[in-house]
């Protein structure tokens, strides 16, 4: 349906037939053609055009297809763009309107269908005594299909009220002759959260972000097993994207919930038994292995056209060669990683580790901490590993080796974890402080690494295509230039690292984790 200036739902027992019975027998009126409208409904799987307010459907009408793209917060008509294929990557979108507001939003995530509705039009032109048209009709017939549940139902038929130029008396006597004399309810959201509530969906029900709500009273490891199921259930929510390959972001958030784990696992301390946090702890660095390869060359085919532009314009094309080697690679290890995340010791570790969260905690704990209220065991876990952030970070000089900032990047890394998973327990704008302060310490030391691993991959990946024969000179002398150029900013960031440490180091930060983070008192209890 054309956005209505009044919109109303037809209830649950009236045919649209008999409304439409109704109207005819108050106001003249002209039938035009019904008609057949499909319409997809899209998003990504974490909900990015949810969350910016818009909303993207493909309209199947007449044997055309097109998309429409609607910002929810406005009154706006909808951006609308022809399209001959299934919407997947923006990448494979034709130019145009559609395609320029979808890009910035949607990056490097696929589009995937959320449901389809499939509706039945029949237009209706309301006459005055000239048989000129006044207001235009429609009403419409809606069904639901949700194809990932393959589950299909009806929604409730609407009636919509569409204005024409300098009849604007004549709309609203057609409204009131709606919602008064038929007793139509306005229709108060549109057909897309209707259609999701009847499925069963919550628009926003996934994000990778951590959201929980703790109570700093309860005891440690019953707040640690409620921190943990949220990141299993994280993690096998991007199982079966990751091994369809749907896009990257499955498996970058899979690991991501991987790696929290064994951090919640080893960081909130004392409150399981040390031989299953071992047992565990290793057994998810396992996954974390398995994982990486695939990851690793998700990475460098993303970056692989800033890659490319960052070379002059002479040796961009010799880097083909390259960008065909990691595709050659990729669905080998793409294979093996769908098969290890199929094999049964992987899905035996989440079952076992399942049971395992979802058992109640014993009345009493003999381990240290499990039985401590919740905050003061954040405060003391925070506490310690800020000291030991501050104290490495401050002894990092021009002349460190590079394994101390790898070091040290692993150790902030465990406590924006904590900040995380317990950051409820504190007031929200100070603990958004420290996390923004160590986030942007961690994206330095990040690049450092990274770009130095990158940098190690292009040189062994240059001497293999060498020895095998697949690369003529031209593409050596760009992988060289690249690599060159991946150094140059290894070293940009190395020398940005004193000033974002500074601020991370300041007064006012120190202030900010002296004052959340208190000691417990009395002294002496475990840490």
């Known amino acids: 349906m054309a956005r209505s200036e009044c919109e109303y739902l037809i209830p649950d027992g009236i045919d649209p037939e008999t409304v439409k019975e109704h109207i005819r027998a108050r106001i003249p009126c002209a039938e035009d053609p019904a008609y057949e409208v499909t319409r997809r409904f899209l998003d990504s799987f974490d909900w990015r055009l949810y969350l910016a307010h818009a909303t993207l459907e493909e309209r199947l009408e007449a044997g055309c297809r097109r998309l429409l793209w609607r910002d929810s917060a406005t009154e706006d008509p909808p951006c609308v763009q022809p399209s001959d294929a299934e919407p997947g990557f923006v990448r494979d979108l034709p130019e145009g309107p559609v395609r320029a507001r979808l890009e910035p939003v949607l990056g490097i995530r696929r589009l995937l269908p959320l449901l389809e509705v499939r509706s039945r039009v029949q237009p209706l032109r309301l006459l005055n005594e000239d048989d000129k048209t006044v207001v235009r009709l429609v009403l419409e017939d809606n069904r639901f299909r949700d194809p990932a549940r393959d589950h299909e139902g009806p929604l409730a038929a609407r009636i919509g009220l569409l204005p024409v130029r300098g009849y604007g008396a004549e709309l609203r006597k057609a409204a009131r002759m709606l ?42 490891d019953a707040t640690a097993k409620d921190i943990l199921r949220g990141l299993l259930a994280t993690l096998e929510a991007n199982l079966e994207g990751a091994k369809a390959n749907l896009d990257s972001e499955f498996l970058h958030d899979l690991r991501v919930a991987t790696r929290r784990t064994r951090s919640a696992l080893t960081q909130i301390k004392g409150v399981f038994a040390p031989d299953l946090v071992a047992d565990y702890k290793e057994r998810f660095a396992q996954v974390q292995q398995i994982t990486g390869p695939v990851r690793d060359l998700d990475v460098y085919l993303l970056d692989f056209d800033a890659y490319q532009a960052s070379l002059p314009a002479l040796l961009r094309p010799g880097l083909e060669p390259l960008r065909d080697f990691l595709k050659d690679q990729y669905q080998g290890l793409h294979e093996a990683l769908v098969a290890a995340l199929e094999a049964t010791e992987f899905k035996g570790l989440l079952a076992s580790w399942r049971v395992f969260l979802e058992a109640p905690v ?104 060498h020895t095998e024969g697949r690369a003529e000179t031209d593409t050596l002398l760009a992988m060289g230039v690249l690599v060159g150029d991946l150094l140059d900013r290894q070293q940009r960031a190395r020398r940005e690292f004193p000033r974002l440490f500074a601020d991370f180091d300041s007064r006012e930060n120190r202030a900010i984790f002296r004052a959340l983070f208190v000691p417990a008192h009395p002294r002496g209890q475990p840490s």
């Open 179 to 220: 919602g008064q004399d038929l007793a139509l309810k306005p229709a108060r959201a549109e057909v897309l959260p209707e259609a999701l509530a009847a499925t069963g969906r919550r628009p926003g029900d996934y994000s990778s972000k951590l959201d929980y709500r703790l109570d700093g009273d309860r005891r440690a």
């Open 362 to 465: 014993p009345e009493h704990s003999a381990v240290g901490n499990a039985m401590r209220p919740t905050r003061e065991v954040a405060d003391a876990r925070i506490r310690g590993l800020y000291r030991r952030v501050r104290k490495a970070g401050r002894a990092i000089t021009p002349d460190s080796p590079a394994p101390e900032l790898h070091e040290l990047r692993k150790e902030c890394k465990k406590l924006r974890y904590l900040l995380e998973f317990f950051g409820s327990l504190y007031p929200k704008p100070r603990i958004g402080a420290l996390v923004k302060r160590l986030k942007a310490l961690l994206d330095n030391l990040g690049r450092f690494q990274d770009l130095a691993v990158q940098a190690d991959h292009l040189r062994e990946t240059a001497r293999r295509l």
